[in-house]
């Protein structure tokens, strides 16, 4: 497979997200609703990606990961923070390729339509141009587009489809790709092949990623930089090369070594019950109670992410 740390570096940045927050209110009540609390899906992520790089978010599921790749994608509003795109984002300069390429794709639509469709309503824009695009973008992700053009998505294999997904995300040449477990859903045997195209593509038209996975493999071959997500903060930041060779968090740790040992709630003076995990106003860590390396203070002050060495990290036991 072809090595992600060929790709380009330059410091120009396509997206830069400030201090992002995206809090849910938890209510009860049907006439005479309350407020029980407030859910921190994100709470104050901050990153930039650059030209021809990959920023890559990984964690369990309901860390918040996937509702900051919606913030970007705009299907999400902000609750707090910012998001400057190098571009003016016009609908088209963010898009996106999703897990399941069975339900991405339109099943009444053709493919060369499909491919082609984000490109309706660009000034000067005729169809006949439309589909030329079309073709030469299915041909740039392996397809053959004399085959491909005229058929329905049902009548091709799952790596097939995600091809014609990818050539849909990248036809307007947008800015940023969001890769949402885009290669999860693939079978093994095609998954290299996948990743390899998405490095191809990215080296030659300079798009920025955001990869939203919870492979660790996969993120390792295709990022430039990883971040670690738990209950809506990063808990560690670095280069992928560094991360993985030295991780310092412990719930990195815990990611790369694949376990998890089951959460006990031991510290009823900062948790009542496993709900309080996720609703607002925790004042400790939320990982102390199953952190081998958890000390009085995690139990009574929430970590703030620092720099630490050659990486940004909340632990207060790191450093």
């Known amino acids: 497979m072809t090595d992600a740390s060929a790709q380009p570096s330059q410091a120009e940045n396509m997206v830069t997200v400030v201090d992002l927050r995206r809090h849910f209110s ?3 009540g049907i006439l005479f609703r309350r407020q029980l609390g407030t859910v921190r899906a994100v709470d104050g992520v901050t990153f930039s990606i650059a030209r021809g790089e990959t920023f890559s978010i990984v964690g369990e599921s309901g860390c918040g990961k996937t509702t900051t790749a919606r913030m970007l994608l705009g299907l999400e509003k902000p609750s707090s923070g910012t998001i400057e795109f190098l571009d003016s984002p016009n609908g088209r300069e963010v898009q996106a390729v999703f897990q399941d390429p ?12 499909i491919v082609a469709e984000p490109l309706r309503g660009l000034p000067g824009m005729s169809r006949t141009k439309a589909r030329e695009m079309a073709a030469a973008t299915i041909a740039k992700v392996g397809l053959d587009p004399a085959i491909v053009v005229g058929r329905y998505p049902h009548m091709f294999s799952g790596g097939q489809r995600q091809r014609i997904a990818i050539a849909r995300a990248i036809i307007a040449r947008p800015s940023l790709v969001v890769l949402d477990e885009a290669v999860s859903a693939i079978d093994v045997s095609i998954r290299a092949q996948i990743l390899n195209l998405l490095v191809d593509l990215q080296q030659e038209l300079g798009m920025a990623y955001l990869m939203i996975s919870h492979d660790l493999a996969t993120v390792r071959f295709i990022s430039k930089t990883v971040a670690v997500m738990y209950r809506g903060k990063f808990v560690e930041m670095a280069s992928a090369e560094n991360l993985f060779a030295n991780p310092l968090h412990p719930y990195t740790e815990i990611l790369l070594e694949a376990s998890r040992p089951r959460l006990r709630l031991a510290d009823q ?4 019950d496993a709900e ?3 609703v607002t106003d925790l004042l400790c860590c939320p990982l102390h109670p199953f952190c081998p390396k958890a000390t009085s203070v995690c139990r009574a002050e929430a970590p703030p992410i620092r720099m630490v060495a050659d990486r940004q990290v909340a632990c207060h036991n790191v450093g």
């Open 26 to 28: 938890i209510t009860k």
């Open 102 to 113: 069975y339900s991405s794709l339109n099943p009444r639509m053709r493919v060369g339509d």
């Open 269 to 272: 003076e900062c948790l009542d």
């Open 276 to 278: 309080d995990l996720v």
